[in-house]
């Protein structure tokens, strides 16, 4: 009897020839759950982004209050992209994933049915929230444990593509807020999620060879090494960039050109579908031309444009700005990921987890200091500069590291 595809478990063993396409090894089925798990996550994570205009509206909040709003789910991601990643070591990536996933969708049904009338409501839900920006440290994992070193970068970047779910807020969330209301948006988005979660419970399975779970100490001791520190702030960069721009651009859109929150989506989304799109790209650069020469090129970009949209006069000129600097900021994401296997092929699954942290971070520290600029100088301006200036920082550390890091990284792959 033919076994149906979503039950094959073994990969090829050690003791014969593997085959070499992708595509005929490893389990697609789990690839394919671990990315639209992801890309559901990421959805709901930044969806209080989107609905931050009509949140602020209902509930009276200042623009400080706003930038923390759309900040605390990324904060809270963060951190718990640490405790996903004990968790996988300890219980496996599919029953982690699973966990978290109803953890969100009750989050979810619960504002819903209960309703979100204070800051500190908002607050509490974006802690939910932040299960769902963790998902990172459980796809990943997942996805990439079923394939063999060789093909481990092209199923960490497919399942990466799961940020593309920020889109799908930028997109859908203002409109149907405005039709329903946002609390409204809460309840129906926990229809897709609970879609994905049964496709995920019947199509995901646990790699066969799973490593030994790790101690506390062994699962940090990556950090003894100054490389991590710099990996983990270039993608506090890059990442921060990226995630703290989807959360913050709906409010920027509104506040500065009086936009509807419906407009205001649509330019938020096409802002980040070019650095989702990019992302894997972003790898393959790395790969052909080094992952070095590829972040030196993104932290010269997205200085530049960052440092442009402080002074740019229009919603146009701002929008292909804020493009650019997605689009560069995309391709870093892929970049970094291409650099942390060359220096930490035995630590891969702590290192994503560590590094994804520092990208959580960078992007709290984004959104929430453009809320607290807004509040205490009446403009975004200094925020964007002072994000700028960490790419600058970026590229001079970069620049500190490189020469270091050729001779001394025992990798063939080109850095």
């Known amino acids: ?77 963060a951190v718990l992209r640490v405790f996903n990643g004990l968790l996988v070591d300890r219980i496996g990536p599919k029953r982690s994933g699973a966990i978290s996933q109803i953890i969100v969708i009750s989050g979810l049904l619960s504002a819903w049915l209960l309703g ?154 096409a802002c980040v579908f070019a650095g989702s799109l990019v992302r894997p790209f972003g790898g393959a650069m790395a790969d052909r031309i080094g992952g070095i020469k590829a972040l030196a090129g993104v932290f010269t970009v997205a200085a530049i444009m960052l440092a442009g949209v402080s002074v740019a006069p229009g919603v146009g000129a701002a929008l292909a700005l804020f493009v650019m600097a997605m689009l560069a900021l995309g391709v870093g994401n892929g970049a970094v990921f291409q650099l942390v296997p060359q220096r930490f092929g035995a630590e891969i699954g702590v290192m994503t987890g560590l590094v994804g942290m520092a990208g959580g971070l960078g992007g709290f520290y984004l959104a929430s200091s453009l809320g607290f600029a807004r509040q205490l100088t009446g403009g975004f301006a200094p925020g964007f500069l002072i994000f700028a200036g960490l790419a600058v920082l970026a590229l001079i550390g970069l620049a500190m590291v490189k020469r270091r890091w050729r001779e001394t990284w025992t990798t063939s792959a080109r850095i």
Request: aromatic letters at 14%; charged letters at 10%.
């Open 116 to 269: 979100v009338d204070s800051f500190g409501g908002t607050l509490a839900l974006g802690l939910i929230l932040g299960f769902a920006g963790a998902s990172f440290a459980i796809a990943l994992p997942l996805a990439s444990r079923w394939y063999p070193p060789e093909h481990q970068g092209k199923a960490m970047r497919l399942a990466g593509m799961g940020n593309s779910g920020t889109v799908l807020a930028a997109l859908f969330a203002p409109t149907l807020a405005k039709w329903l209301g946002w609390t409204s948006v809460l309840g129906l988005a926990c229809i897709p999620l609970g879609i994905v979660f049964v496709a995920y419970m019947l199509m995901a399975r646990d790699a066969p060879d799973q490593p030994a779970p790790k101690t506390l100490t062994e699962y940090f001791q990556p950090l003894r090494s100054i490389d991590a520190w710099w990996l983990m702030g270039f993608y506090a960069v890059t990442f921060g960039g990226f995630v703290g721009l989807a959360a913050s651009l709906p409010i920027y859109f509104t506040d500065r050109f009086s936009l509807s929150p419906v407009v205001a989506g649509y330019c938020t989304a």
């Open 1 to 77: 009897m033919t076994t149906a595809f979503w039950d094959r478990t073994a990969r090829p063993s050690a003791d014969r020839q593997a085959p070499t396409s992708f595509w005929t090894v490893g389990h697609w089925p789990t690839l394919i759950a671990a990315l639209f798990y992801f890309d559901l996550a990421f959805m709901v994570w930044v969806i209080l982004g989107p609905l931050a205009p009509q949140i602020a509206l209902t509930l009276g909040l200042n623009p400080a209050e706003k930038g923390l709003i759309v900040a605390t789910p990324t904060l809270a991601g």
